[in-house]
T-cell receptor, first 112, second 110 residues
Framework: NAGVTQTPKFQVLKTGQSMTLQCAQD?????MYWYRQDPGMGLRLIYY???????DKGEVPNGYNVSRLNKREFSLRLESAAPSQTSVYFC???????????FGPGTRLLVL | QKEVEQNSGPLSVPEGAIASLNCTYS??????FFWYRQYSGKSPELIMS??SNGDKEDGRFTAQLNKASQYVSLLIRDSQPSDSATYLC??????????WGAGTKLIIKP
């Protein structure tokens, strides 16, 4: 039982490049989330998926897109990376929107 | 004003003493409150959740909630060096979205 997994663990991009962050959970959770964490700031919600087939914007969605591929997988795409997107990205999942969220190990992204 | 406020610290506490961490929030409709611990370079992990006014104890940890004053706190008794981490307060809004504080860095000195 791996819980929530994320790939890659670390990535360096040049401005304008694109990439997709992958997230998968094996806990049969319905809800999944993407956050970013920057120094001195709390976790900020980028997008979430309350259930398979649905996605919604969070607090900071600009510059990102998501896909809920199936119940297990939720990906985050940066179409044209900018230095302001340098951050640590966490994926999380929960049984439902009201329940405890469990986090993956994170992806550290550096945009030059 | 941030929706969830925490003192960034660092809060330095001697080993064996009680560490007290505080969090205030602005949405009066909030119903669920969470404390997560995050070690440097790691992901947040849940320590405790609390939903009703009063105290909730789990081992060395006690969460306290006062909805009238809009604050939630975490007490760590018999603090250990392994408790050194950043503690994140999260509050679930009335629309079920979780809002996070920036965290308090706790240092336990041997």
């Amino acid at each position: 039982n791996a819980g929530v997994t994320q790939t890659p663990k670390f990535q360096v991009l040049k401005t304008g490049q694109s990439m997709t962050l992958q997230c998968a959970q094996d806990m049969n959770h319905n809800s999944m989330y993407w956050y970013r964490q920057d120094p001195g700031m709390g976790l900020r919600l980028i997008y979430y998926s309350a259930s398979e087939g649905t996605t919604d914007k969070g607090e900071v969605p600009n510059g990102y897109n998501v896909s809920r591929l199936n119940k297990r997988e939720f990906s985050l795409r940066l179409e044209s990376a900018a230095p302001s997107q340098t951050s640590v990205y966490f994926c999380a999942s929960s049984t439902s929107g009201r329940e405890t969220q469990y986090f993956g190990p994170g992806t550290r992204l550096l945009v030059l | 004003q941030k929706e969830v406020e925490q003192n960034s610290g660092p809060l330095s506490v001697p080993e064996g003493a009680i560490a007290s961490l505080n969090c205030t929030y602005s949405d009066r409709g909030s119903q669920s409150f969470f404390w997560y611990r995050q070690y440097s370079g790691k992901s947040p992990e849940l320590i405790m959740s609390i939903y009703s006014n009063g105290d909730k104890e789990d081992g060395r940890f006690t969460a306290q909630l006062n909805k009238a004053s809009q604050y939630v706190s975490l007490l760590i008794r018999d603090s250990q060096p392994s408790d050194s981490a950043t503690y994140l307060c999260a509050v679930r809004r009335s629309n079920y979205q979780l809002i996070w504080g920036a965290g308090t860095k706790l240092i336990i000195k041997p």
